[in-house]
């Protein structure tokens, strides 16, 4: 079946560390591609998209991601995470000429001080 | 600033009841959609629609409809709530084709059926 899979359920990092989060589909054809923040008790924010053309997109908060259609991935990446980007973090797909969005299950992050 | 607002907060329903959870967005999206929202699940679709009157089933629509009269509002509802159905609920809209352009999410509606 046609999914969106985030590998990490929960990754604890300590402030200043890497970060990389996963996300893969499984959908053929041309893609649209997004990472959805959200932090406790707030809405769904956008964090940064991939339409078309250079496929590392920077996005808010010094937040970027890569996409490899080889790989069919799209993973987000911070090179220095902070304790307020503790928050949950959702990929999703748009798929060209359907009119949906599909999450993966979406990644808890906990950033220690 | 596109604005999408989810008239109910927190609701506690009874199991058998008729809920209704209502969204209006201010932007005149054409595309509006309810998520539901559970831990390790993500962001499951259960109905959308890309015009008035309008709407097609998502990935979940069992004991859901929805209705959609006006454009700027999407109502979901519950025939007969059910305890598997306590969950975080989402509206969203778009403009024009889904597949260009950014969806815009309500602070979503909690609901608990007991």
């Known amino acids: 079946a046609q999914s969106v899979s985030q590998h990490n359920h929960h990754v604890i990092l300590s402030e200043a560390a890497s970060l990389e989060l996963g996300c893969n589909y499984s959908?053929?054809?041309?893609?649209?591609l997004f990472w959805y923040v959200q932090y406790p008790g707030q809405h769904l924010q956008l964090l940064l998209k991939y339409f078309s053309g250079d496929p590392l997109v920077k996005g808010i908060k010094g937040f970027e991601a890569e996409f490899i259609k080889s790989k069919f991935s799209f993973n987000l990446r911070k090179p220095s995470v902070q304790w307020s980007d503790t928050a949950e973090y959702f990929c999703a797909v748009t798929i060209l000429g359907n009119n949906d969005m599909r999450f993966g299950a979406g990644t808890r992050l906990t950033v220690k001080p | 600033d596109v604005k999408v607002t989810q008239s109910s907060r927190y609701l506690v329903k009874r199991t058998g009841e008729k809920v209704f959870l209502e969204c209006v967005q201010d932007m005149d999206h054409e595309n509006m959609f309810w998520y539901r929202q559970d831990p390790g699940l993500g962001l499951r679709l259960i109905y959308f629609s890309y015009d008035v009157k309008m709407k097609e089933k998502g990935d979940i629509p069992e004991g859901y409809s929805v209705s959609r009269e006006k454009k700027e509002r999407f109502s979901l509802i519950l025939e007969s709530a059910s305890t598997n159905q306590t969950s975080m609920y989402l509206c969203?809209?778009?403009?024009?084709?889904?597949?260009?352009?950014?969806?815009?999410f309500g602070e979503g509606s909690w609901l608990t059926v007991v």
């Open positions: 969203a809209s778009s403009s024009g084709t889904i597949s260009g352009n950014t969806i815009y």
């Open positions: 959908y053929g054809g041309t893609v649209n």
